[in-house]
């Protein structure tokens, strides 16, 4: 049934993200609508006992009624899309059907092989339209009417002190929606709460705080070591981090977007963001004011921020900017921080992108995992890919928040080449570290040395290194993950097909044939 409205609360382009939500949760929103309606009809007060009583009865039987058809339609769509009950505001016209194939079929496979040829044939690399600094300011104003274009001298970190109007008598972080929905950081905030006096600098009469932004940023990929990465980083004396990692700010936070099944909530302000940054600016200050009796005043902490999502994720766009109206996004998450950093630091991890895109398969749960499972899902996202770029440009469908919510596996991540372009297209190329997570496991103190240097981090004792590069790796796969084993080898040798064009771009951008990763 081609369902344009519904009962459940669950976006279009979130669907696939509403197949966790508890059985018994759908129910609850069949039967809050009806409430809402029921009440909403007694209220009238026109009608007499008898009608209310039969329109409950007759509201309860269609409320069950499509309740049966949903839970019928999302068995028979294998859990993988969720219940397609609202339109997006920004789709293409393809509509992908489930793909059962038969994996000892040749037939099968070579309808696959062929969808992986059409969407090669298509490939382009050309470059996108970059907005001009001023279409960028006035997107978004708060953020730049808040941040100074230069900051304190003497601090290798990005900082600049705030005149702080508020009462100190008030909680300054009572409001952090961080905070509110980040119970594991209370004990954090608390610190801050009662420190927070103590680091008031004052002048003129005047309070002011210390606020920072970011010296670098870890900004991707999902799946490619950048937990480890961070867990190692932040071990360096010269590090720290915000109080919590990923706090996905540019990407997601910004907007209201908490979870994406959840749809939108309240944007979280800059203030919520930098409030992050104040237990290491904290840090910052203490080792300012003791410096300012020595000759030596520079200081050199410096904080990262990490969220893997940045690279990459740019899927609200479609809400904010020109109401999808335009069928490629016409600003970027690094537009944004270019403005205000035009000097920052990046660092990026990645893997074969066929190996990252199972791992991400196992990592984020759904039930019945098998590799079997895994190939009909990467058969069916490659058939929706081939349908958007019948349409649109690869560029556009990399973007396109439908396709990326709508297919069953995240293939979009995996084309790094194509982020990388865009991010090179207002960064230059020695701002830009680009890691393998494969050399990282085979040797962690050369990768980290070569962080190190990025970062112009000072020396470190040798048994500190040690200390950074003999720990056990972050964020491994989980056992019951591991005894799926391997991938299909017909899945992986479509994956790699898929995937062999945007790797040699890659290794060409970067002049190292180790991205082509064969």
Known sequence: MDHKYGLLNCPYEKLKYCKNKPIRDRWTGVLTAIENNRAQNQAWGLWTLTSVRKIKILSFLFGLMVTVLIMASYILTRDQKGLFLTPSPYHFTVVSHPVQLNLSSTTDYAVVREVVKSIVTKVDFSRRRVPDLGEVRE?????????????????????????????????????????????????????????????????????????????????????????????????????????????????????????????????????????????????IQDQLMSNYSKKHKQVDIIIGEASASTMWDNNAWVYFYDNGTKVEPPFLVQDFIHAVQPDAKFIVMLRDPVERLYSDYLYFGMANKSVEDFHERVSESLHMFEGCLAERSIRSCIYNTTLNNLMPVRLQVGLYVMYLLDWLSVFSREQILILRLEDHAANRKITMRRVFEFLQLGPLTLQKEADITKSPASNTRRPANRNLGPMLPITKEILQSFYKPFNQRLAQVLKDSAFLWT
């Open 139 to 283: 997107k978004e104003p708060n953020i730049f009417s808040a941040i100074p274009r230069k900051f304190l001298p003497y601090l290798k970190n990005p900082c600049w002190y705030e005149e702080f109007f508020g009462n100190l008598t008030a909680d300054p972080y009572g409001k952090n929606l961080y905070a509110l929905y980040s119970k594991r950081f209370q004990a954090i905030y608390d610190h801050l709460r009662r420190a927070f006096p103590a680091h008031l600098h004052q002048h003129a009469g005047r309070q002011y705080r210390l606020r920072c932004l970011p010296f670098f940023y870890i900004i991707g990929q999902p799946k490619c070591g950048t937990t480890d990465l961070y867990d190692r980083l932040r071990l360096h004396p010269e590090v720290h981090f915000t109080t919590m990692k990923e706090p996905h700010w540019w990407t997601r936070k910004r907007f209201g977007i908490i979870r994406l099944s959840n749809g939108f909530n309240s944007p979280y302000p800059l203030k919520d963001y930098l409030d992050l940054f104040d237990q290491a600016a904290n840090h």
